[in-house]
């Protein structure tokens, strides 16, 4: 049993309607909570699903870089996704800069990396040992 119970990650931005919107229906991240008060103070708290900490060497950040085509930011969320290349094509229509992809790691997945709202997002696609690419 792990002593951690749930990841949170806290992205900060400018517009939050706009950051909302895209995480919210274009990703389709279900809303867990959420609060409006005036003077600014909104936030909402998104179910992104399972969650994993990635901790990574420099060369192996790099290396991934290199691959998907993006530069190292402070923060990159990497979201499973059934279809990797669809779902960018979705997120990039609602507002997102493609950085790079799809391509196909030497590690099997189907990746797209994007700019999107406060974090740079790396799409994946587990495929199959053999399956297409």
Known sequence: MTPV???RVAVTVDDYAEALRFY????GLPVLQEWDHAGGLSGAILDAGRATLE???AAQTELVDGIEGGRSPAIR???EVDDSAATADRLEAAGAK???G???TPWRHRNVRLE???AQLTLFTVLE???PV
């Open 5 to 7: 119970h749930e990841l």
């Open 24 to 27: 919210r229906d274009a990703l």
């Open 55 to 57: 901790v990574l060497s």
């Open 77 to 79: 969320l990497a979201l």
């Open 98 to 100: 493609r950085l790079g």
């Open 102 to 104: 799809p391509v196909v």
């Open 116 to 118: 999107a709202p406060g």
């Open 129 to 131: 040992p053999s399956g």
